[in-house]
């Protein structure tokens, strides 16, 4: 390295703060990978028990549900109205934030915690009456699985909400910087799409 | 190839498809349990096709 380079690379040191540069090994972006990642991930938790449901219910010829039990599919009827709702009023809260009305994101994002909020409790409600426990069955078992892997999702789905809440009411969106609400707006449709298909398979078919 | 996670309105738009096909395989079910099949076959199809852009 002649004197001359190693001045450069002193100048250089001085304008780069922090951790150096990261060596990209794959083509595919990091946060592409990280997000391709993690539907991988999620499709493959949530086969596994659709999996059993559909050995359950198919190979195995299992009745669904099986007497004397019954399902409430008028209950999860409203609580699927409930959560499609409440992905719409996500969507107006991330449509306000970037027209700039605060309002409209303050109400649409706690909206949509509040109708999750009532989701996660009806369901709660729902098993404490259903009659049946996990243990009867292979039926029951499935079907708490399901709706149970569901409501955790809805769980993680509401802490990232009630910290969106708080952080919008305090402030920190603008129309320029809304990052916060995107990313929680993406994971909560993506739990209404998990739940549709759960409500499908388990309620109505 | 659709990413139905790059964005909240790509993930909005895809869970009202989502809907709409889970009401197409319910009432298809409802009349039959092979038209259902067909109905979440022809859903599943289109989906794909839509993630393929």
Sequence with gaps: ?205 | MRNPIRSEAEAFRFLLLVVAGAIVIAVCAALNTWLGVAGAVLVLGGLAAWLRG
């Design chain 1, 1 to 205: 390295m002649t004197t001359l380079e190693h001045a450069e690379g002193l100048a250089h040191d001085d304008e780069h703060h922090g951790p150096p540069e990261p060596q990209y090994s794959s083509r595919v972006h990091p946060s592409v990978l990280g997000m391709f990642l993690f539907i991988g991930s999620e499709i493959m938790l949530f086969g596994a028990f659709f999996t059993a449901y559909f050995f359950v219910r198919v190979v195995a010829g299992t009745a669904w549900p099986t007497p004397p039990f019954h399902l409430p599919v008028f209950v999860a009827l409203i609580n699927t109205c409930i959560l499609v709702t409440s992905s719409f009023t996500m969507h107006w809260s991330l449509q306000s934030i970037k027209r700039g009305n605060v309002f409209g994101m303050r109400a649409g994002i706690l909206l949509t915690f509040l109708m999750g909020l009532t989701f996660l409790i009806s369901q709660g409600r729902e098993y404490s009456r259903a009659g049946f426990a996990p243990k009867d069955g292979a039926f029951a078992t499935i079907f708490y699985c399901l709706t149970g892997l569901h409501g955790a999702h809805v769980f993680v789905g509401l802490s990232i909400l009630l910290f969106m809440t708080i952080r919008a009411f305090r402030g920190h969106f603008s129309p320029e910087n809304h990052h916060g609400v995107e990313l929680a707006g993406i994971y909560w449709h993506f739990v209404d799409v998990m739940w549709i298909v759960v409500f499908l398979t388990v309620y109505v078919l």
